[in-house]
Structures are given as C-alpha cells and as structure tokens.
C-alpha cells in the first residue's frame, strides 16, 4: 500500500518540481528592468530587431511571440499611423514591402488595412497574417518583455495612451536623437509618463561625438544610450567608456556593420572565432544591450559566457 501511494505521488512532485522551475511572466520583464537599471550587473540585454523576421514576417504578432519564447528581454517594433489616427505595426510608411497591398499607410482606415495579408521571404504572402496594431502587440508583450517602439516619437502622446490601456508603461522603451538641449523635452515626457527614455548618440569616424559631449559637461545621464559607430577607433571607444563612467550604460546595434565597427551578426555569424573578434569586441567595449538580427544564435553565445540567463 505505502508503495502505491508513493507511486502515485511521484508524478504529481514532478508536476510541483516543473511548475516551480518556470519563471511567473511577469519576472521576466522585472529581471530585464533590475539588470537595466544596475550599472554593476554583467548580464547583457538581448533585443530582437523587428521580432523573429527570419522565420516570421518582420512586426508581426508571431515574430514578437517567437522572441519571448526565445528569451529575449527587448522586442524593437516599428508603428506607423492610420488614417484613422490608429498606431499599427509597421517600419515602412507604405505597404509595398512587406503586404500585397499598396500605397501609404496614412492612405488605410485600420478596416482596409485589415483586408491586406503580410508577406514573409521572397514575397510569400501568409494568408493567415495582417498587420497588427500596436495594442494587439503590447497585448502580447506585456509582463513578458520590454518593448522599444521605435519610429514612434512623432506618436508620442498615443503611444503612452495605448500603452496605459494596456497597463505596461514601465515596458516600453522610447529614443530620440540629438544634444542633450534637444532631447531634454523628450527625457522630461518620458521621466513624467514612467517611460524608459535612450537617445540616440552617433561617433564620427574621426572618434568625435558632440552630443556625447554635451551630456558629459553636467546634468542628469539617462539610464543608457544607443551608441552608433561606423570606425571601431581608439579615439571612439573613449567616448563610449565615458558615457560609463558616469553612469549610463551604452546599446550597441549589431544588425549592420555600420552601426557598430563591423562588429555584426552576420560577421559573427560565420565561424565561432568571427563571433568572438565581432561579439567579444563588443562586450570587451562594456556594451549590456545588443539590438540584433540573430536573437537566438546571440543569446547562446551570451550563454556560453554566462552572460545570460
């Protein structure tokens, strides 16, 4: 009998073990936002540009689904304006590229733009997908990832309000670009709504950075800033290991060689000793957040490191 009752006790101990083990969704976005905001942490963000577009339509509801079971901690996602003043998911101001329809978004009511089907690699187009708006996104991400809407600032106040129906202001991530005098209305509407706010900072190939320099001379630093750079330089590196040095941490865009010294995805992408000279470069800079195009292939290579969960 005493053998029966462990036998049928086993099974429900591993259910107990497994559903323990599993992180509740809305630690994922609190771990994300406790790494973020701790300058001592070595753990590096990994966000996902435009979702899983490789084995998704870029923005769409899967790409973004795709990247949280991944565990990505960012989802970069692009929105566009209808004509009926309704935030959709788009990086393009038309729908050529990515839908078999045409014309500017502004041109669609959110119902004729539902009537189009999205398009994945060599123009399939999936019959089962449209274009989502931004709250059926944020639906998706929310306690589950953070979210930098890019292409949004002109959107701003609809953005916010979108955000807080959906109740994941403290998710969503907004950049500008800029000196500090032009971005410190941005800062102030993020610090005010709860908004996460990055600008946006691009070192010349000659190392210099004006906009760097102008949050260096005083004031309050964001908690980190997306830093572009064409030249991986001596002169460059200085800039980023100063914005550091008073307490920002610095996002690198790995998706194109030109924003980040050559340092990319598909360069690291090519052999296990092209990751290290291209991803090791980066993280030897101090970057804790890479944007990329290779979200999964990124994160076990951070794994491996023990730099990510």
Same mark, same amino acid.
């Given at each position: 009998m005493k053998r029966l009752i462990i036998k049928c006790l086993l099974p429900l101990v591993a259910l107990a073990s497994l559903v323990a083990c &599993? %992180?509740?969704?809305?630690?994922?976005? *609190?771990k994300a936002l406790a790494i973020l905001n701790d300058p001592n942490s070595n753990q590096i963000l990994v966000a996902a540009h435009r979702g899983d577009w490789r084995n998704n339509p870029e923005n769409s509801i899967p790409a973004i689904e795709s990247v949280i079971r991944m565990g990505v901690d960012i989802v970069e996602i692009d929105v566009a304006l209808t004509a009926d003043s309704v935030l959709v998911l788009s990086h393009d101001g038309t729908v050529d590229r990515c839908t078999n329809g045409s014309g500017p978004i502004s041109s669609y009511t959110l119902d004729s733009l539902r009537q189009l089907r999205l398009k994945w690699k060599q123009g399939v187009i999936i019959d089962t997908l449209g274009i989502p708006t931004l709250e059926? *996104?944020?639906k998706v991400c929310k306690d589950n990832i953070l979210v930098n809407v890019d292409h #949004?600032?002109?959107y701003f106040p609809l953005v916010l309000d979108v955000a807080e129906r959906v109740g994941c202001v403290d998710q969503i991530i907004f950049k500008s670009g800029g000196d500090r005098a032009a971005t410190a209305e941005a800062m102030? &509407?993020?610090d005010k709504s709860g908004i996460i706010y990055m600008p946006i900072v691009t070192i010349a190939k000659d190392g210099t950075c004006p906009a760097i320099d102008s949050y260096l001379d005083g004031g309050k630093m964001p908690v980190m800033f997306e830093v572009c750079f064409s030249v991986d330089s001596p002169e460059g590196e200085s800039k980023i290991r100063a914005l550091q040095a008073a307490g920002s941490k610095v996002w690198v865009n790995s998706i194109w060689g030109s924003l980040c010294g050559n340092n990319n995805d598909d360069r690291a992408f090519e052999s296990p000793e %092209?990751?290290?000279? *291209?991803? #090791?470069r980066l993280l030897s800079l101090g970057f804790k957040a890479f944007q990329t195009d290779r979200p999964d292939f990124l994160i076990n290579y951070l794994k491996n490191k023990g730099l990510h969960d």
């Open positions: &599993q %992180e509740k969704p809305e630690r994922k976005v *609190a059926e *996104a944020l #949004g600032w002109n102030e &509407q993020c %092209e990751a290290e000279a *291209a991803y #090791g």
